[in-house]
């Protein structure tokens, strides 16, 4: 192969790169550097919507985290209030508890007392017909005669001689 090095070879030779390196000039200014914008762009937006949705996913994690905290204080004060509705409904249970208890023994005590009386009685509806009897005997026997008659008298008398004031 011959290359021919001669000045005007060179000049053409350097002219056709010339022309190449200016026509690869324009087709990147035309065509590669519009899409690396574009590219540039849609990477910029991309961004510029990601970090919105971070902003939006970080503002709504705080308000989630507020509303967790708030909750849990909320949880905290009916934990709070339940325990002293329990506890007030335990102290009311023990007293009405105490309170049936006593009723229970003041019952109880009634009943014994009732049953003692109805004993009593019992024995008094047997008694008292055969104490009468008994006494009606014994009197008759003292004052069968006419001493009966004579204390009769007197005691009549002696009412008689009270004043009474109305």
């Not at 308000?63 to 002293?84: D, P």
């Amino acid at each position: 192969m011959h290359i021919e090095t001669d000045f005007w070879g060179i000049v053409f030779r350097f002219t056709l790169f010339s022309l190449l390196i200016y026509q690869v000039y324009v087709l990147i200014k035309a065509y590669v550097v519009p899409f690396l914008y574009e590219q540039l762009r849609s990477l910029r937006k991309r961004e510029t919507e990601l970090l919105e949705k971070e902003k939006l996913i970080m503002s709504t994690m705080n308000r989630v985290e507020r509303t967790i905290s708030h909750q849990k204080k909320m949880f905290v004060l009916l934990e709070r209030k339940v325990k002293t509705w329990y506890d007030s409904e335990q102290e009311r249970k023990e007293v009405l508890d105490k309170e049936h208890e006593k009723i229970r023994e003041q019952i109880t005590e009634k009943r014994k007392i009732q049953a003692t009386f109805l004993t009593l009685a019992k024995e008094m509806q047997q008694a008292i017909p055969e104490a009468v009897d008994l006494a009606r005997k014994e009197l008759v026997q003292k004052y069968a005669h006419d001493k009966g008659k004579n204390v009769l008298k007197q005691c009549i008398e002696q009412f008689g001689s009270v004043k009474t004031t109305l």
